[in-house]
């Protein structure tokens, strides 16, 4: 009888499965995606027979067969000349008997499954109540490994990166070996850098590239209220590594957990930092555990963590350079359609990130959306630009003397700016930042011409008004520091060593070079405001033809 019974389900079983795999065939979208430009051309042949239109795409029919686009890439007037239809929404009656079907058989399982006794032995009430009455370190979520899903071809511009770490990755793949030539595998590996460079999608793609597990945490995470519980977290997550060896552990912000320890008195935190220590200590040369970290505050670690035997190897992933940043731009933009020389682009992103590179093609794409174009153009990115490196800002209420003001100050900044052949590709009347500023190494030279561009939208407005605002204040500031640095910290002043009121003289003369520039290029600066009246924006090109145009 019970074998009856067995037999019977296996039939029901082998049933549902063929009706799930006809559903399955009748329910798929068999359709080609396609771009805009294909979807264009497709319809300027007369190539489409029929055109349906669903909530998230249209489907193009054609003698070859059924493409689709995505509904929010195309507009109305596209198919004017075709008659439209309305997706069929029938299917719906097949999901239903698809989910009556599941369920009908669910219940026949549950019940066979309670006739054999398995659910006898469980008793849900015990474990709520023993559940309510739990230790926080009960309660804590279980550490589980992901399956990285990122390679290193879905990250541009790090080939310097990949060069570093492919050799880990040949430890991870090959132990054996190494074990054999009497090599043994770092411990860790500490990826350094600002953020938004891509320090865990490096990580990611080291897990992938490894075909291992790959175990998430941030330092945050180890940072509990209750004393004791991070130390207990260090110690599963390690275990739960070494259970599932070659394995790999990302602790993502390890400055949270690893600071120095000062003297002051934090158990909690100096717990869980020495049971970190313990744990990559206590690695045996044949676990095949990798702990990865990052940080983008190397200076602030403990000492104890950054000795040899812990984290043997440190990768330095810096901000992307032009060629790199190219790169990141091409991952980015492979599925918008665009028409734009992303040369032009890596040129005026000059300090962006990874992340900040892929938040302005976002941005730039959603402008083209809302602006119904076919296509992201170079005036997309130019509108968007300063959204992403500044964040979107509500332009004052002016009056007409207050914007006369800024338009002056502005145009003496761009004309300076521009003379001197700043980094920058358009100005906009209602930013007061027109070029980031950065650490990277200058000569004194570059580093004047920077302070006289900060300094000239004041003295442009000390020219013609003979006073300027008070929303000079933040590049004025900016001005004296680097001012500062160049006399005190850099040995660029009338000595190495710095007289007194050094900086002073510096910015004084720096204010009357700049003073005899603008005075020369009177001119000049009468078209830019002219034009910064008339549209309140002004291109670098455009502030150049006029600059030429009187040398």
């Known amino acids: 009888m019970p074998t009856s019974k067995t037999n019977r389900i296996a039939l029901i079983v082998s049933a549902f499965v063929i009706i799930a795999l006809v559903l399955f065939a009748l329910l798929r979208d068999n359709a080609d995606a396609i771009t805009l430009n294909q979807a264009n051309s497709l319809l300027q042949n007369k190539s489409v027979k029929k055109v349906i239109v669903t909530k998230e795409y249209v489907y193009l029919k054609t003698a070859n067969g059924y493409y689709k686009i995505a509904s929010s890439q195309v507009t109305p007037r596209m198919f004017v000349d075709y008659k439209v239809e309305v997706g069929n929404e029938s299917n719906i009656i097949i999901y239903i008997l698809f989910l009556v079907l599941f369920l009908g058989l669910g219940s026949l399982l549950l019940k066979f499954l309670q006739n054999r006794g398995i659910f006898g032995s469980l008793n849900f009430k015990t474990n709520e109540n023993a559940n309510s009455s739990a230790s926080p370190l009960e309660l804590n979520t279980p550490i589980e490994a992901i399956k990285s899903d990122v390679s290193f071809d879905d990250i541009g511009g790090i080939s310097d990166v990949k060069i570093e770490l492919e050799e880990i990755i040949d430890f991870m793949k090959n132990p054996k070996r190494y074990k054999n030539f009497g090599a043994r595998m770092p411990r860790g590996v500490l990826l350094v850098g600002p953020p ?11 897990a992938n590239a490894a075909d291992v597990p790959f175990f998430y945490q941030s330092g945050a995470s180890f940072v509990q209220i209750y004393v004791g519980m991070g130390a207990k977290r260090v110690h599963e997550l390690f275990v739960a590594a070494k259970k599932n060896a070659p394995a790999i552990i990302f602790i993502d912000e390890i400055d949270a957990v690893g600071k120095k320890r000062d003297g002051q008195r934090n158990d909690e935190r100096e717990a869980t930092l ?7 200590d206590g690695f045996e040369g044949s676990s095949g555990v990798m702990v990865v970290a990052a940080t983008n505050k190397i200076d602030v670690l403990d000492s104890a963590l950054l000795r040899a035997g812990r984290f043997d190897r440190r990768v330095f992933v810096e901000l992307p350079t032009k060629r790199e940043r190219e790169a990141i731009l091409l991952k980015y933009l492979d599925k918008v359609p665009h028409e734009l020389d992303v040369k032009v682009i890596a040129n005026m992103t000059v300090g962006f990130n990874g992340a900040a590179l892929a938040a302005l093609v976002n941005e730039a794409a959603l402008l083209a959306l809302r602006q119904n174009d076919f296509h992201v153009t170079l005036e997309h990115f130019y509108q968007v630009k300063d959204k992403v490196m500044f964040g979107k800002k509500k332009l004052q209420m002016l009056n007409e003397k207050q914007k006369a003001y800024r338009i002056t100050y502005q145009a003496g900044k761009v004309v300076v700016a521009t003379y001197f052949d700043l980094p920058f590709e358009k100005l906009m009347l209602s930013n007061e930042k027109l070029t980031p500023s950065t650490d990277e190494p200058f000569i004194k030279q570059e580093l004047e011409a920077r302070v006289k ?5 004041s003295v442009a407005c000390d020219m013609k008004y003979k006073e300027h605002a008070s929303s000079a204040k933040s590049d004025i500031d900016e001005a004296k520091e680097v001012t500062f640095k160049m006399c005190q910290e850099y040995g660029m002043g009338t000595s190495l060593i710095p007289e007194a009121n050094e900086e002073e003289f510096m910015l004084k003369r720096l204010y009357e070079e700049t003073t005899l520039l603008l005075e020369s290029l009177g001119e000049v600066m009468q078209n ?9 924006s002004i291109t670098k090109e455009e502030v150049k033809k006029y600059i030429n145009a009187i040398f």
């Open 453 to 457: 561009m900060l300094i000239a939208g």
């Open 274 to 280: 020495n049971q970190l220590l313990t744990e990559m």
């Open 196 to 206: 938004g460079v891509g320090k865990t999608m490096i990580a990611k793609a080291v």
């Open 528 to 536: 830019i405001e002219s034009v910064l009246q008339e549209r309140e």
